[in-house]
């Protein structure tokens, strides 16, 4: 069965550091999403990515984030200068059309930033 | 102590007996529902969706029940096994928008 697949699946850093989190999303999916959730919390929305572009984002992802498509199949969340409340398990998703369709996590990676 | 942040409701049911949770969503406009399980360490898993042109949904085991008039969700489970041990999101799809918005969850113990 296809699955979305996450790399670390954690990743230590020190505040200040740049991290970057990848993510092979599913084949045949077009839209793709990046999450957090911080320790005992629900999930939060950060972004998602449509057409090699930026199609919607809250208000957590600020200046310190963005997100590259750089090959057919990768998909990546770089924050730039990460802090202590950077802190969180980070789920990539991905879905086939978008909207009002299931879409599918990865396992997570959980960054520590220390 | 008390661990900040780990508030979650929780539901403790005995192996066998049926379970029902619980959401509430905000935006009477929400067209598309979606219920998911989340396994300590693991990323959300799909259980099963509705659309709001429906009022119920039967999968195995599972049944999502939609009341559109008090916006309220329900996930029920049939004979809980210890597997179903795991925290359960409802997500919803706001009109206009592509990603889901998750509520707080609940957390279903099941006891053997």
């Known amino acids: 069965e296809p699955e979305v697949t996450q790399t670390p699946s954690h990743q230590v850093t020190q505040m200040g550091q740049e991290v970057i989190l990848r993510c092979v999303p599913i084949s045949n999916h077009l839209y793709f999403y990046w999450y957090r959730q911080i320790l005992g919390q629900k999930v939060e929305f950060l972004v998602s990515f449509y057409n090699n572009e930026i199609s919607e984002k809250s208000e957590i992802f600020d200046d310190q984030f963005s997100v590259e498509r750089p090959d057919g199949s990768n998909f990546t969340l770089k924050i730039r200068s990460t802090k202590l409340e950077d802190s969180a398990m980070y789920f990539c998703?991905?879905?086939?059309?978008?909207?009002?369709?299931?879409?599918?996590f990865g396992q997570g990676t959980r960054l520590t930033v220390v | 102590g008390e661990s900040v942040g780990l508030h979650l409701p929780t539901l403790s049911v005995q192996e066998g007996d049926n379970s029902i949770i619980n959401c509430a969503y905000s935006?009477?406009?929400?067209?598309?529902f979606i219920w998911y399980k989340q396994e300590s360490g693991k990323g959300p898993q799909f259980i099963i969706d509705?659309?709001?042109?429906?009022d119920k949904r039967q999968g195995q085991r599972v049944t999502v029940l939609l009341n559109k008039t008090v916006k309220h969700l329900s996930l029920q489970i049939a004979a809980t096994q210890p597997g179903d041990s795991a925290v359960y999101f409802c997500?919803?799809?706001?009109?206009?928008?592509?990603?889901?918005?998750f509520g707080s969850g609940t957390r279903l113990q099941v006891q053997p």
């Open positions: 509705i659309r709001s042109n429906m």
């Open positions: 998703a991905s879905s086939l059309t978008g909207r009002n369709t299931e879409a599918f």
């Open positions: 935006n009477s406009a929400s067209d598309y």
């Open positions: 997500a919803d799809f706001a009109p206009g928008r592509r990603a889901l918005t």
